[in-house]
């Protein structure tokens, strides 16, 4: 890290006096710019979401089917289509996550 510095450093022993307020300014840019970096959180990319049939989703969930169609309106991750109940993968996850931590 310190030899991409060397140059900044180098500028600011030899630059005349009035190029230094240029110098500062552009040094104030580069620490601005980390300073941002460095707070900005952090975003992971999602994969994208796939629906889960309920034959798939039952075994994950560790309930039964029959219970699911019963309270599928109780579970934010489940969609209807038609007649038949359709599971976010990623909500599903996100579920077992949650019931894990309690």
Same mark, same amino acid.
């Given at each position: 890290?310190?030899?991409? &510095?060397? @140059?900044?450093?180098? #500028? *600011?022993?030899? =630059?005349?006096?009035?190029?230094?307020?240029?110098?500062?300014? +552009?040094?104030?840019?580069?620490?601005?710019?980390?300073?941002?970096?460095?707070?900005?959180?952090?975003?992971?990319?999602?994969?994208?979401?796939? &629906?889960? @049939?309920?034959?798939? #989703? *039952?075994?994950? =969930?560790?309930?039964?089917?029959?219970?699911?169609?019963?309270? +599928?309106?109780?579970?934010?991750?489940?969609?209807?289509?038609?007649?038949?109940?359709?599971?976010?993968?990623?909500?599903?996850?996100?579920?077992?996550?949650?019931?894990?931590?309690?």
């Amino acid at each position: 890290m310190r030899s991409e &510095l060397e @140059s900044a450093l180098s #500028a *600011a022993r030899t =630059l005349p006096a009035e190029d230094l307020p240029g110098l500062i300014g +552009a040094l104030e840019e580069i620490k601005a710019t980390a300073l941002v970096r460095l707070t900005a959180p952090v975003i992971q990319p999602q994969a994208p979401d796939s &629906l889960l @049939s309920i034959d798939e #989703a *039952a075994p994950v =969930l560790g309930m039964s089917k029959s219970y699911l169609y019963r309270h +599928a309106d109780k579970f934010s991750f489940v969609r209807r289509e038609g007649r038949a109940l359709r599971f976010s993968a990623r909500g599903v996850q996100e579920y077992l996550s949650g019931r894990r931590r309690r």
